[in-house]
C-alpha cells in the first residue's frame, strides 16, 4: 500500500513528531516506539494527558496537540480508531506545517485520512515508524531483530 520510497522520504524529512498517546511504561509499545524514534535523533514530543507535566526523553509531557509550542512535522497516533478524527482536526488546527500523520499499527480511519490528505499531508495508516525505520535502513538482522541500536538519524 506505502511504497518504500514514500516511506523513507517521510522518516528523511521529518524532525520533530508528537506522539500521541505515548505511555511512561517502558513494556508498552508507544513507550519504546517513542524511545527508540528519540534515539534516532527525531524531537519527540509526548502527549498524553493523564502524565502531562512529566519529564520523558528530555521533554515535557503535554496534555494535548495545543500545548505544543514548536513545530511539528509529524503527528504518530497511538489511540483507537474513534479517537483518531479528533486528534487530526486538534492537528490541522495547531499545526500549519504539519507534513505528516501516522496512525500506528491497527489504527485505521478513512475519513479522518482523507481529510488530512486534501489539506495536503501525507497519511500513513496500520504502519509502525520504528519498524519501517528498521527495515527501510538496514537495522533489522537475520530472523527481523534488531540486534543494536544505531544512534543517529539517516
Not at 91 to 119: C, D, N, S
Not at 121 to 141: A, D, H, M, S, W
Amino acid at each position: 500500500m506505502y511504497s518504500d520510497t514514500l516511506l523513507k522520504d517521510v522518516l528523511r524529512r521529518t524532525h520533530s513528531i508528537a506522539v500521541v498517546g505515548v505511555s511512561t511504561n517502558p513494556v508498552r509499545p508507544s513507550y519504546y516506539v517513542a524511545r527508540y524514534l528519540s534515539l534516532k535523533g527525531y524531537r519527540v514530543i509526548p502527549v498524553n494527558p493523564g502524565h502531562a507535566g512529566k519529564e520523558l526523553f528530555g521533554e515535557t509531557i503535554r496534555a494535548n496537540l495545543s500545548d505544543i509550542d514548536v513545530p511539528v512535522d509529524m503527528i504518530d497516533i497511538f489511540r483507537r480508531p474513534e479517537a483518531v478524527p479528533e486528534i487530526v482536526d486538534e492537528a490541522l488546527t495547531v499545526f500549519p506545517t504539519l507534513k505528516t500523520i501516522w496512525m500506528q499499527i491497527g489504527v485505521e480511519h478513512a475519513e479522518a485520512a482523507a481529510k488530512a490528505e486534501a489539506r495536503g499531508l501525507t497519511v500513513i495508516q496500520n504502519r509502525c515508524p520504528k519498524i519501517e525505520y528498521q527495515r527501510l535502513f538496514g537495522e533489522l538482522r537475520q530472523g527481523g531483530f534488531a540486534t543494536g541500536i544505531i544512534s543517529s538519524k539517516l
